[in-house]
């Protein structure tokens, strides 16, 4: 039975799995095969399940979304303009915003392979590490004032705008930095998926949103002991890549003890990215059109749609 709040409804995933009848929807092997790619432990069964009703109800919103700057640019006698649709995704460091950001990106171009969807986070937009040792701050990484935030506006209404080839720095977990010089280019795409930790905050001194250039977002949601499983999880990862490369900023910490490296991640969430998560990224929970809720081992329990 489909529950509801003030502002929410609430399906269970028998109830949300059924939007999409598996045999309407089969994934197709080439599906299958891009999603194993992106990560092997990512359940097939909540692909099916959840993203799958999903990504066809984003098409539903696209296509409104279209036909709407249709109308808008009829009525005002103006000439058409494709403007691109952006999806934003939030939640917590760790909880899975930029797998399900590369998930809903790999099902897109696989069901509407003529939509060119790209996607971006707004990691890039963090400040450089020395910029943030300058301010002081370099112990506040993901807190609103460890980004750029002006800048980040301000790419969002050159997207918005439809101007081609804007670059965007890149940020890398491995080196735990902006990599100088490196960037992406966003070319006027039909859909842009943007992911961070920050997209439905308001900025500090800003008089608008990230999420004023939305047309749709999601929130992925957690318990945050489980959401500190999969930090140290992904820690874990990023110690056994790094083990080998003395360039890598987790170089050092694959030295130690694992035991001591785990000592000190545990103490890096519970000092960084749990107080961020309960002071600045929770509270936005309530702004997003859809709060995706996920229990142990990433499986998805409930999706929250909102009303209005
Ligand atoms: N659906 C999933 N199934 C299995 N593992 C997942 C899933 N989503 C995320 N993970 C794992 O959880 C960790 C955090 O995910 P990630 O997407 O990097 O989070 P975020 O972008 O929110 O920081 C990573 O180790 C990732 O591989
Ligand atoms: C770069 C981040 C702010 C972004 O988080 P993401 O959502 O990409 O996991 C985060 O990974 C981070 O580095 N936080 C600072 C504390 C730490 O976890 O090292």
Do not use: C
């Not at 006698?77 to 809903?104: H, N």
């Not at 804007?166 to 491995?174: A, E, F, K, T």
Request: hydrophobic share 40%.
């Amino acid at each position: 039975m489909v529950e509801e709040d003030q502002s929410y409804y609430r399906f269970l995933k028998d109830d949300w799995k059924k939007l999409a009848p598996e045999a309407k929807l089969p994934l197709s092997s080439q599906q299958l095969k891009a999603i194993k790619a992106l990560n092997d432990r990512i359940s097939l069964q909540d692909v099916q399940d959840i993203y799958v009703p999903l990504v066809h109800l984003l098409i539903k919103k696209f296509r409104s979304f279209q036909a709407w700057q249709a109308t808008k640019t009829d009525f005002l006698d103006l000439p058409e303009k494709r403007v691109p649709f952006v999806i934003g995704i939030s939640g917590s460091v760790a909880v899975g915003k930029s797998t399900t950001a590369r998930l809903l990106q790999v099902l897109l171009t696989n069901f509407f392979p003529k939509l060119h969807s790209q996607l971006i986070t707004t990691d890039g937009f963090l400040f450089p590490n020395a910029e943030l040792e300058k301010r002081g701050i370099l112990d506040r990484k993901g807190f609103p004032e460890s980004y750029d935030m002006p800048s980040l506006l301000d790419f969002m209404g050159a997207v918005k705008n439809g101007q081609a080839r804007i670059q965007v720095p890149l940020y890398s977990h491995q080196s735990y930095d902006i990599v100088p010089g490196k960037f992406e280019t966003v070319d006027n795409p039909d859909i842009l998926i943007v992911e961070g930790i920050n997209v439905l905050q308001l900025p500090s001194n800003q008089t608008i949103y990230i999420s004023d250039f939305f047309d749709w977002s999601v929130y992925v949601d957690a318990d945050p002991e489980l959401i500190e499983k999969w930090f140290l999880e992904r820690f874990g990862i990023l110690l056994d890549t790094a083990f080998h490369n003395p360039e890598d900023y987790y170089y050092e910490f694959a030295q130690w003890p694992r035991q001591k490296a785990f000592a000190e991640a545990r103490k890096v969430w519970e000092s960084v990215d749990l107080p961020n998560l309960d002071e600045f990224i929770l509270p936005t929970r309530s702004r997003a059109n859809l709060i995706l809720h996920k229990v142990e081992h990433h499986a998805m329990d409930a999706v929250y749609l909102r009303k209005y």
